[in-house]
Nanobody, 120 residues
Framework: QVQLVESGGGLVQPGGSLRLSCAAS????????MRWWRQAPGNEREFVAT????????NYADSVKGRFTISRDNSKKTVYLQMNSLKTEDTAVYYC?????????????WGQGTQVTVSS
């Protein structure tokens, strides 16, 4: 079955950096676009970044553009999120996501999330 396992979260001071990883299994990773989302307490889940399966085209939320970088390693079936110049407002649970077409239509799959806390 589809599994997405995030890691790399933690506590970091404002201005610091973290690198999140998401290890995927249960589908052909190289065929799929991958996304990162985040959810802060009391807020809805919001889009952070996406990377296509071919040509590695990326797109970012305006709030993270220029600070975060999404990348992928198809040989390791892993997608990454490099987060630099972190701000307190980046504090959230970060989720990896893939949308797959199944026999009944498109379905979103999510990891369990990894907590990122930016605080002094």
């Amino acid at each position: 079955q589809v599994q997405l396992v995030e890691s790399g979260g933690g506590l970091v001071q404002p201005g610091g950096s973290l690198r999140l990883s998401c290890a995927a299994s249960g589908f052909t990773f190289s065929n799929e676009a991958m996304r990162w989302w985040r959810q802060a307490p009391g807020n809805e889940r919001e889009f952070v970044a996406t990377i296509t399966n071919t040509r590695n085209i990326t797109n970012y939320a305006d709030s993270v553009k220029g600070r975060f970088t999404i990348s992928r390693d198809n040989s390791k079936k892993t997608v990454y999120l490099q987060m630099n110049s972190l701000k307190t407002e980046d504090t959230a649970v970060y989720y990896c996501n893939v949308n797959l077409w199944t026999g009944t239509g498109p379905n979103d799959y999510w990891g369990q999330g990894t907590q990122v806390t930016v605080s002094s």
